[in-house]
C-alpha cells in the first residue's frame, strides 16, 4: 500500500514540472529577428528626427534611421485614418531628412551617380575623398534641392508602430549610402526613357473605371476603433548593428 502511494506522488510531481523542463522561450514572427520588436520600442521613443548615424572609419556617412510620426484620425473610420497618417508619417520622415541634411550634414557629389555624405564639422572627414569629391554641394541652391530629392529617394521602411492609445502612427525608415546611389541611376535610366511610348500609360487626374465609386456595403462607414500594431522589417537590425 505504501509503494502504491509513494508511485501516485512521484507521478504526480513529474507531471507537474514536466511543463517547465520543457517550456520554450518566446517565439519570434517569421521572418522578423530576435529582439527587433524592442529595438522598434526604443527607436520609436525617441520621436521624430535622424538617428543611429553610422559612418565609416573616414567619417563618410553610410547609413542612419530615420523617424516621422503623424496623429491618426478616425473621424472618417479607421480605414481612411490609417491610410492619410501613413502617407503624412512618410512626408514626416523625408522632411526631418532633408532637414538633417541642411544642417548637420556636408554633402560632396563625386559624379553624376555618387553622392558623399560627411558629418558637418567632424575631424574625422576623410580629406582626400573630400578633394576627390569635387565642389561642396551649396545648402541654398536648387542643386542641393535636387540632390536631397534623389538621396530620399534611398529611403526605406524598417517598422511601423501604432498607438492605439495616443492615435499616433510611428513610421521607422532607414538610409544608406549605397542604396541612395544606386536608386540615383535607376531614376536616370526612368528619365530616358520615353513616358509617349507607353500606351496605357493613364494621364494625371484620370480616374480609372470604378475609382472614386462606393458600393453600398463600402459606403457604410468601417469601425473607429484601433489598435496597437508593431511590424519590424528583418532589416532593422542592419542598421542597429
Known sequence: MKLRVLFVTCSTLLACTAPFWGQEPDKVKKGEPAGASKALDE?????PGVHHVKPDNKGRIQTCVVVGQSRI???LGKSKGLQDARTKARLACEAEFVRWL?????VHVKNEEETILFQEGSEEND???LRESGKSVEKTTQKFE?????LVRGLQVLGVVEDAKNKRYTLVMGWSAKTANATKKVQADLEDADPAKAGNARKPGSAVKGEGEKTGAAKKRDDKKLEDRKVASPDLKKFLD
Not at 43 to 47: E, M, N, T, V, W
Not at 146 to 150: F, I, L, Y
Open 43 to 47: 527607436i520609436a521613443q525617441l520621436g
Open 73 to 75: 484620425s478616425t473621424v
Open 102 to 106: 541642411k544642417t548637420k550634414v556636408d
Open 127 to 129: 580629406k582626400e575623398a
Open 146 to 150: 535636387s540632390t536631397a530629392q534623389g
